[in-house]
Nanobody
């Protein structure tokens, strides 16, 4: 059973940067599409970014396009989310999630939470002065 653990969250000032990590255990990430999601207080969980299992398809939510970058290192079973130019509205708990297959994953924008099967417990990102 694939298990995911996020790390790298914390308090950062507006305009700052953070890099989140999502490390997998129990299975290799090679066959999984990966999504990053976030949930702010009082709001629904939303998709932030996704990457297909091959890394050939990547998508970002409009709100983070140009500021966030997702990468993966299958040899380390780790996926990263680099977040630059952070804004107070980026404050949220960030989750990584994975789904085995399918071939169309991440082909039509960021996924919805219901498309994912394996979830981490999240890491809190707070953007504030």
């Amino acid at each position: 059973q694939l298990q995911l653990v996020e790390s790298g969250g914390g308090l950062v000032q507006p305009g700052g940067s953070l890099r989140l990590s999502c490390t997998a255990s129990g299975s290799t990430l090679d066959y999984y599409g990966i999504g990053w999601f976030r949930q702010a207080p009082g709001k629904e969980r939303e998709g932030v970014s996704c990457m297909s299992k091959s890394g050939g398809r990547i998508n970002y939510a409009d709100s983070v396009e140009g500021r966030f970058t997702v990468t993966r290192d299958n040899a380390k079973s780790t996926v990263y989310l680099r977040m630059n130019e952070l804004k107070p509205e980026d404050t949220a708990v960030y989750y990584c999630a994975a789904v085995l297959g399918p071939i169309t994953f991440c082909s039509g924008g960021v996924p919805k939470p219901g498309e994912m099967r394996n979830w981490g417990k999240g890491t809190l990102v707070t953007v504030s002065t």
